[in-house]
Structure formats: structure tokens, C-alpha cells
């Protein structure tokens, strides 16, 4: 026999916590049993005023980074909305049911006022690959290099044109002097050899959006401006370094 739920249950009145509805094993429990982020205070410590308003705790701007990584969110602003909703998420910021969630805003703000020119986001990943070291899950018997391109915001249609030097010739004095140094630290003569000494030219363009992005070329057809995210990890898959070129900068 069919049945049809009714809807009396939304009107339901019960005495429960959000910690009462947040299952144990959930991802944000785990992360919160093995990691105390009181650490996070004196890292920014120096990014914050004793004058004006009392700010959002920067340990709550912090984990919202986490949670939209961690599950994947495509923006902060989605963040902030799926937090206002999921009780996990509100269980891993310490917000009650009745809190208001802080403007998805107040994080851009924050970031460009307090984060933008520090170097706190690499401190927090240096403490926490700190902590992993200590308790031996990072294995140093194989590294691991690998890259993946992220598009910029910028038209690829609209760029400029500049000449440069080839890189890898821009660097033939340095090299040289570095190899003469190490052969005298040998008790070797200076090399002879004459590398070539001509600079090649080679165009480069330039997007008028975004200037520190690379123009990338990948196949016959897809061209785009584009930034190269390198990726260093041990074999338990942890990340030990990373870092952000311009698109047309190759892994080696």
C-alpha cells in the first residue's frame, strides 16, 4: 500500500545540540580530534590592530579555507552559503544554531587587508607538514614532481606583444661563472670552453589583464593565458612544496 509522508515534522520542537547531530565519523570531527588550531593565533597575530572593532576570529576564516578544500566548493561565496545550512560545518567553526555566518565579503576583505602581502597561508602549511613529519607519515625515500594549469581570468584575445630574451640563454653568464666556481673549489683550472655567447630574441605575449600569467598553448588548438600550479609530494601523497608559475614555464 502506498504511503504519503506529511510535512508535521518540520514544526518538530526538540532538545538537541548541533554536536548531537553531527555523526562520528565525520571528515570535520577527524580533522578537529588531530589538530589544535590555536596555532593559527600567533602566526597572524602581527596582521591584527588593537584599534577599532573587535574582527572575526582568523582561526574561523581559516577553517572556512579548509572546508571549501576539503569538499570541494567551487567559491567562497557557495562556501559560506553551504555553511549556513550544514550543521557539520557549523560544528567545525564552533557556530550555534542561531549565529549568523559572516558575509561571504568579510573573507575578501580580511584577505586583502590582513593576508594578501604575508606570508601566513605558507606559515600554517609549513606548521601542519611540521606536524605530519613528527608523526612519521612523511617519507623522504621518493619525491614527486608534477603540475597542472589553472586559467587565468583573462581574454586570450587581448594581449600585447614583447620581445624578450630566450631564458635559457639569459642565464649563460651565470651558469658559467657557476661552473668556473666549482671547478676551482676542486682544485680544477677554469674552463675553456666558450659557450655561445649570442643572446637570442623570441616574442612573447603579454595578456592586458593579467600580465603575470603565461600564454599556453596546449595542442593544436586550445590557447589560453594560464598559470602552472608545481606540486611536490612523498609516496603517502603529501604535500611537501608548492608553487605558482606563469602558464609557458615548462616542469623542468
Not at 502506498?2 to 520542537?13: A, E, H, L, V, W
Not at 566548493?73 to 557549523?90: C, F, G, L, P
Not at 601542519?128 to 621518493?142: R, S, Y
Amino acid at each position: 500500500m502506498m504511503s504519503k509522508n506529511n510535512t508535521n515534522g518540520r514544526n518538530q520542537f526538540a532538545m538537541l545540540t548541533i554536536d548531537d547531530l553531527v555523526p562520528q565519523d565525520h571528515l570535520v570531527r577527524k580533522i578537529d580530534a588531530v589538530l589544535d588550531f590555536e596555532f593559527i593565533y600567533p602566526i597572524v597575530e602581527a596582521t591584527c590592530s588593537d584599534l577599532g572593532r573587535p574582527s572575526i576570529d582568523p582561526v574561523i576564516l581559516i577553517k572556512l579555507v579548509f572546508i571549501q578544500y576539503l569538499f570541494g566548493i567551487r567559491s567562497m561565496r557557495q562556501t559560506i552559503k553551504e555553511v549556513d545550512t550544514n550543521v557539520a560545518y557549523r560544528w567545525f567553526l564552533g557556530y550555534s544554531f542561531e549565529e549568523k555566518i559572516p558575509h561571504f565579503s568579510t573573507f575578501g576583505k580580511n584577505y586583502v587587508r590582513r593576508f594578501r602581502e604575508t606570508t601566513v597561508f605558507e606559515d600554517i602549511f609549513a606548521y601542519i607538514l611540521e606536524q605530519a613529519v613528527k608523526a612519521g607519515f612523511v617519507t623522504e625515500d621518493n619525491l614527486y614532481l608534477d603540475s597542472t594549469h589553472i586559467k587565468a581570468n583573462a581574454n586570450k584575445h587581448k594581449f600585447t606583444k614583447e620581445m624578450t630574451h630566450d631564458e635559457a640563454k639569459a642565464y649563460q653568464d651565470e651558469l658559467e661563472d657557476e661552473i668556473n666556481r666549482q671547478r676551482i673549489e676542486a682544485g680544477k683550472r677554469p674552463s675553456t670552453l666558450d659557450l655561445e655567447k649570442e643572446v637570442k630574441l623570441k616574442e612573447r605575449k603579454i595578456s592586458k589583464a593579467d600580465p603575470e600569467s603565461g600564454y599556453y598553448v596546449k595542442g593544436e588548438r586550445e590557447k589560453q593565458f594560464a598559470y602552472s600550479a608545481h606540486t611536490s609530494c612523498d609516496d603517502n601523497g603529501f604535500i611537501l612544496s608548492t608553487i605558482i608559475t606563469p602558464g609557458n614555464i615548462h616542469d623542468s
